[in-house]
């Protein structure tokens, strides 16, 4: 089994910055995929970014060029760093971790991330 815990969401203006961190613990393989989905009210969740456990990383049209998903493989923990936020922004962050060896994906509690003035 694998925990993720999210923290660093919260209400920030239009044109401002968060950053989201997801600690993963328990029975990790090296190589897996991390990533970072959201779901807003009244849709469906979609993927925001991913990173490979050798560094490639995969964003929706979206946020390209506004956000960065990175990972410390020593940590077991994957960021998004999002600046230029819009209110079209606001969901709920789901960090997801996909292991490649058992096909298996686990998922966080979510975070609440709010754009609006």
């Known amino acids: 089994q694998v925990q993720l815990v999210e923290s660093g969401g919260g209400l920030v203006q239009p044109g401002g910055s968060l950053r989201l961190s997801c600690a993963a613990s328990?029975?990790?393989?090296?190589?897996?995929?991390m990533g970072w989905y959201r779901q807003a009210p009244g849709k469906q969740r979609e993927l925001v970014a991913t990173i490979m456990s050798g560094g490639r990383t995969n964003y929706a049209d979206s946020v390209k060029g506004r956000f960065t998903i990175s990972r410390d493989n020593a940590k077991n923990t994957v960021y998004l760093q999002m600046n230029s936020l819009k209110p079209e922004d606001t969901a709920v962050y789901y960090c997801?971790?996909?292991?490649?060896?058992?096909?298996?994906?686990?998922w966080g509690q979510g975070t609440q991330v709010t754009v609006s003035s």
């Open positions: 997801n971790v996909h292991q490649w060896v058992s096909d298996t994906d686990y």
């Open positions: 328990g029975s990790i393989f090296t190589i897996n995929a």
